[in-house]
């Protein structure tokens, strides 16, 4: 199997880690803010927010986005780490 395989193999197994979850699940997925919110309004019912967003996307989307960029971010270190690491080997190499 090439390289090339095996990467889009990965790759394809990123995705539907990422899709499957939001596809097969039927849960509650609100954040902090969701809660905070309602605790606010139950203290305070006379409360208004200072602004309201553009875009509400459903709870899940905001979960999913979350862990995208967690994993994103662990994918960049994991590589950063690998990178230098292969960089300390072939120097002692030579």
């Known amino acids: 199997m090439t390289n090339s395989v095996k990467n ?11 899709v499957l979850p939001l596809l097969l699940v039927n ?3 609100s ?10 309004k139950e203290q305070n ?9 553009l ?5 899940e989307t905001e979960s999913m986005l979350f862990a995208l960029q967690a994993a994103i971010g662990a ?3 994991g590589y950063a780490i690998g990178w230098f ?5 072939r120097a002692k190499k030579q």
């Open 85 to 89: 690491k292969g960089k300390s080997s």
């Open 75 to 77: 994918g960049f270190i």
């Open 31 to 40: 954040g902090a803010d969701a809660a905070a919110e309602q605790i606010i």
């Open 45 to 53: 019912p006379s409360y208004k927010p200072w602004f309201s967003s």
């Open 55 to 59: 875009l509400n996307p459903p709870g």
């Open 27 to 29: 849960g509650d997925f």
């Open 8 to 18: 889009a193999l990965m790759l394809l197994a990123v995705v539907l880690l990422a």
